[in-house]
Structure formats: structure tokens, C-alpha cells
């Protein structure tokens, strides 16, 4: 089984991030009979949108994976993997994957090779073929003793971090989010606008399009997930700079429990 090396994990890490499938206006479900592209008007609005501070506080997954990205580019391994257990516990499978790496690599952690595949069998409980792949090269290169220990370890990172748990908690931060920015119980976003900083000037934009279903719809965000990682590789529309304050306290929370 052939070895991957951690950069191809990291950028596709990254490009899930940009939901490509969304930015460019087509469906998944559309997406065989209609050409992607990156040049749709929309797509930069829906970028500016992605990367707001507002955006990323209702997907907790998305910001602390860029979190952790930020902080693998900086050299600061350890926060990564502060960031990337927190983007694990909504249900992101990059970042468990991100774990997974780092433990095999022993990057910014003391190595575990058990570890590292008890985490990718999580990451690939989904069946993404990319981290179906990787999970499978884990299990080929270990020991019977680590299989053993492996199989152990993955009970309790199932209980914690297995989309059976992490799903309803990333989607109660979700309909929260959008429940406390509308004033509507059912989220209903009537006239509002959304101001977004940007690095070139503040943006506005149309609450029906920031509250849109295919950003703020479990069944629809976790379709796209789906539908990006089973079929990387097939365009991005890029994320600029993340809108974030950095005296942000959650992004120093030691607690990642208390963080949403």
C-alpha cells in the first residue's frame, strides 16, 4: 500500500475549507451535468463570506482547522494540534486526519503510531477514499502490538469524536449561531444585511445569501463535505484572509469543551 506524505493531507485540508462546491453555485448533486468554474460573480462573495469572523464562529470545524493550518504555516506544531483536536470534536475529518499525521510524524507531539491510527480510522469513518487510503498504509506499516493498542484507543476517540457525538454538537452550534444573529427562532432573516470587514474595505451582503441553506443546513453542509472529499481535486475557490480578531479569547482557550 503506498505511503502518503503529509503536504497532499494539508492542502486538501485547506481546500475543503474554501467549500468549493458551494462558492461555485452548483449543487452536488448537479455537479455531473454541470461544469464547475471559478469564475462565477458569486464566488466572491461567497468567499468574503466563508472567511468572516462571523461566518466562522457557527462552523467551528472550518475555524479551527484554518486555525490550525495558520499555525502549521507559522512553525508552531503544538497549537496546531490545540486547534485541530478542536475542529475534531465538531466532526471535522481533515483535522482528525491532521491528527493522525502528526502522531505518525510525531510533529508538535510525542510520536504514536497506535494513536495516529486510531485517529485516521476515525478520520476515514466516512469513507473518503484519500483518508480510506492513508488509514489502510497506517495499518499495513504497524506492529501486532500497536494493531492491538490501535484498535483499543479507537473505542474512546469513537465515544468522543465519531460523528455519532460530533455531528449534533457542530449542528447545534450552527442553529444557534443563526438563531442568535436573526432574532428568529426558525431563522428567518427577513431584511437584514451582513457588514464583513475585509483587507479592502467593508463588504455588505445580503443576509439571504450569508444564511443561505447550502451554509447553514446540516444535511446540505455535510452533502458537501461528502461530495468534496470523495471527489477532490476538482477546483477551488480560493479563501483570503480569515477576518479574525487576534485578541480573540477562544483562540487561547484551554478548555476545548467550553469552546463553540
Known amino acids: 500500500m503506498r505511503q502518503f506524505p503529509l503536504v497532499p493531507l494539508l492542502v486538501l485540508a485547506l481546500c475543503a475549507a474554501a467549500a468549493p462546491a458551494f462558492a461555485t453555485g452548483v449543487e452536488p448533486a ?13 464566488a466572491v462573495r461567497d468567499s468574503t463570506i466563508i472567511s468572516s469572523e462571523a461566518f466562522l464562529s457557527g462552523h467551528p470545524d472550518m475555524r479551527w482547522r484554518l486555525a490550525g493550518l495558520e499555525a502549521e504555516k507559522l512553525g508552531r506544531a503544538g497549537d496546531a494540534i490545540t486547534y485541530y483536536r478542536r475542529a475534531a470534536r465538531f466532526a471535522d475529518k481533515p483535522s482528525q486526519g491532521l491528527l ?13 503510531r497506535a494513536l495516529a491510527y486510531a485517529w485516521m480510522d476515525l478520520a476515514a469513518e466516512r469513507g473518503y477514499p484519500f483518508l480510506l487510503a ?25 465515544a468522543e469524536y465519531g460523528d455519532e457525538v460530533a455531528k449534533p454538537r457542530m449542528e447545534q452550534v450552527m442553529r444557534r449561531e443563526r438563531r442568535n444573529v436573526t432574532g428568529s427562532r426558525t431563522g428567518h432573516v427577513g431584511a437584514l444585511t451582513i457588514m464583513i470587514p475585509t483587507p479592502g474595505g467593508t463588504r455588505t451582503v445580503d443576509a439571504s445569501h450569508y444564511y443561505a441553506d447550502k451554509f447553514w443546513n446540516p444535511n446540505l453542509y455535510w452533502r458537501w463535505q ?6 477532490p481535486g476538482m477546483g477551488v ?24
Open 30 to 42: 448537479d455537479a455531473s451535468r454541470t461544469p464547475r468554474t471559478t469564475e462565477r460573480p458569486d
Open 100 to 112: 493522525a499525521e502528526a502522531y505518525w510524524l510525531g510533529r508538535g507531539v510525542e510520536q504514536d
Open 134 to 158: 492513508k488509514r489502510e498504509a497506517y495499518w499495513n506499516a504497524l506492529s501486532e502490538a500497536e494493531r492491538e493498542r490501535a484498535l483499543e484507543l479507537g473505542t474512546a476517540l469513537y
Open 226 to 231: 461528502d461530495y468534496d472529499w470523495k471527489k
Open 237 to 260: 475557490v480560493e479563501v483570503g484572509t480569515v477576518m479574525t480578531d487576534e485578541n480573540d479569547p477562544r483562540l487561547e482557550a484551554e478548555d476545548p469543551a467550553v469552546v463553540d
